[in-house]
DNA sequence: TGATAAGCGGAGGCATCCTCCGTATGTTTC
DNA sequence: GAAACATACGGAGGATGCCTCCGCTTATCA
């Protein structure tokens, strides 16, 4: 009776996973993120598993379905910008700082425009995922953005909701091809923009 | 030499296109309608030729692309906007023409959110699009709109730009299923608040 | 009422999706 | 360290979709 409980009772009696198992997810996420970034959201599995070195099957037992893949790869590439945000907290200039922590959220809005489209469907997916990881970035980006203001390296009229909408904006922008190295561009415009007004 | 210009000369020699075949696109554009409207942008080609009861190679012969498909459906849906506009330019209460107007605009917002997805890749055809078909639609709204303030039953605040960015966003909300019912929902309080304020 | 250009159907080649199960390999236990 | 067991892997295969190609049908024009 206690025995069989949701998800393992308390100090479960559950194998920990295969070491392998874990070594091969990894590399099946490498491969879906070097896919999906520049193939775009409809990059075969197949080729995702063949990239990684699986047979298709691996890949599925890993990842049930396309969104699940999708999911996965997004989470983890809003972890590492979570992650980079905090080693960027002792960066020398802090405007520098928020520059290279946008440059490589263009990376992850790459990732994100393709999503959007495939989650869609999947009524509640999106928006789980959305509610999960929005605030986090939110607070990445304020942390940062704070430093710079209190430094008096940047004007202290916006808000990192208002920087992430301006990202977002800058991506979105048309269906060019080059639409990446354009976002780069009006992103360092941006963030010069940012420095207090010379009194 | 001036047999052969660029699509016919001037009373060109050409015979005129096949009744049938006129007809025939007419049942794959509706069937197409039907189907990405509910099916979204992923709707088998193969459906729609089946549901229009063609076979495949009918459709490709009308449109050899998806995207070719898609813009007609686009362009279409466009065109009988514009021409509601000017049938409700009539109607009784102006407001409620502006009302009857956004709420067939939902329609094809549905059509078009799954367009912008599927457009992207093909540089430049999305933009081609907008630019051909927002400035007919913002005139059409803008002279029910205007009508509206001219008979003193709508604020004057407020133009056609800004309630179709109203319209998109009532319509972009979440992914949830029933985003429809909740874009007419929202639709309805906005016109209600275009109303002049009481004195 | 032919002659002929235009249109139609759908088989078929190729790609992708996803499932299923026999085989292989880590992990645990003694 | 070896047997027993649970897990993970591979990839064939059936289903579906994309798109092309070409022989047959039909509307139009003289």
């Known amino acids: 009776m206690s025995e069989e409980e949701e998800g393992q009772p308390e100090g479960a009696r559950a194998r920990r996973p295969r070491a392998d198992s874990l070594r091969n997810r990894e590399r099946l996420l490498a491969a879906a993120r070097a896919l999906f970034a520049d193939g775009g959201p409809d990059a075969s599995l197949e080729a995702v598993a ?11 037992r890993h990842f049930p379905t396309r969104e699940a893949l999708f999911l996965a790869v997004y989470q983890r590439e809003a972890d590492e910008l979570v ?4 080693r960027l907290r002792d960066h020398e200039d802090p405007l520098d700082a928020l520059r290279l922590w946008l440059r490589a959220s ?3 809005v790459a990732t994100k425009k393709g ?50 909408r301006a990202l977002y904006g800058f991506c979105h922008m048309g269906g060019e091809a080059h639409w990446r190295a354009s976002a780069l561009r009006l992103l360092n415009v941006f963030v010069d923009g940012l420095r207090p007004a010379a009194p």
Chains 1, 2 share one sequence.
């Open 50 to 60: 063949r990239r990684a070195g699986f047979g298709i099957g691996t890949l599925y």
């Open 83 to 86: 992650a980079l945000a905090e």
């Open 106 to 108: 263009v990376g992850m």
């Open 115 to 164: 999503m959007l489209a495939v989650l869609a469907p999947a009524a509640g997916a999106a928006d789980a995922l959305y509610a999960d990881t929005r605030p986090r970035l939110i607070d990445a980006l304020g942390a940062l953005l704070r430093r710079a203001v209190d430094m008096g390296r940047a004007r202290d009229d916006v808000g990192p909701e208002d920087v992430l």
